[in-house]
């Protein structure tokens, strides 16, 4: 068990270009959640999947956010045309079961700023 | 939908003491509450589940209560230490997914 991945840790950009993070979930796990937190919040619900199949989207998630997980293993997120207000710690977490039933277990996030 | 309260001022406290950390929901009971630990730059890190039955739970230093007639689960660190420093996350379920308070951010002090 190697726990959840996320990768890059860090990124900066420029406002209008486009951003990709991957999560790598531990591998027996069915369940992938992305969540984004700024400064001084909690962690803020964007999407999740079971397996391959997005079951849930937050309606604050704007079209310019996308999210994957090819046959149910890593995922990726995208925002494309990134603006500062999508400046925040993007954090991937994983489940073998649901959410009300067991633990989630989070990766050390993705840090974006955008200038 | 569920809104989560937490104390969003720090709370300070002197090593040895027990700290309590407040969580209050304002809509319909969850049949689970989770606590979760966050230190900073870092991803948050489980500490406890308690279902809606159990009013109490405790591992080690720890210890939640879940109130659902006040809607509140109290999370408390007996023995405090310097190391329990960190933002502490109540969450909920929502839909199958967990929603997460703001946190409280612990300082203890030697």
């Known amino acids: 068990d190697t726990g959840v991945s996320q990768d890059p840790r860090h990124k900066i950009t420029k406002r209008g270009q486009n951003v990709t993070f991957r999560c790598d979930p531990i591998?027996?796990?069915?369940?992938l959640y992305w969540y984004r937190q700024t400064l001084g919040q909690g962690p803020e619900f964007l999407t999740y999947?079971?397996?391959?199949?997005?079951?849930?989207k937050s309606r604050l998630l704007s079209d310019r956010f996308s999210a994957e997980r090819p046959k149910g293993s890593f995922s990726t997120l995208e925002i494309q045309r990134t603006e500062q207000g999508d400046s925040a710690m993007y954090l991937c977490?994983?489940?073998?079961?649901?959410?009300?039933?067991?633990?989630?277990?989070f990766g050390e996030g993705s840090r974006l700023t955008v200038l | 939908s569920q809104k989560i309260e937490q104390n969003s001022e720090a709370l300070n406290i002197q090593e040895g003491k027990t700290a309590t950390l407040t969580c209050n929901y304002t809509?319909?009971?969850?049949?689970?509450l989770q606590w979760y630990r966050q230190d900073p730059g870092r991803g948050p890190v489980f500490l406890l589940l308690?279902?809606?039955?159990?009013k109490e739970k405790r591992k080690e230093r720890l210890k939640v209560t879940f109130d659902t007639t006040l809607k509140q689960s109290l999370f408390h660190i007996t023995a405090s230490q310097p190391a329990d420093s960190a933002t502490y996350l109540c969450?909920?379920?929502?839909?199958?997914?967990?929603?997460f308070g703001t946190g409280t951010r612990l300082q203890v002090f030697p």
């Open positions: 977490a994983s489940s073998r079961q649901a959410a009300n039933t067991g633990e989630l277990f």
């Open positions: 591998s027996e796990h069915n369940r």
């Open positions: 999947f079971q397996n391959e199949a997005q079951l849930e």
């Open positions: 809509n319909y009971s969850p049949a689970y």
């Open positions: 308690i279902r809606e039955n159990e």
């Open positions: 969450a909920l379920v929502e839909t199958d997914k967990l929603i």
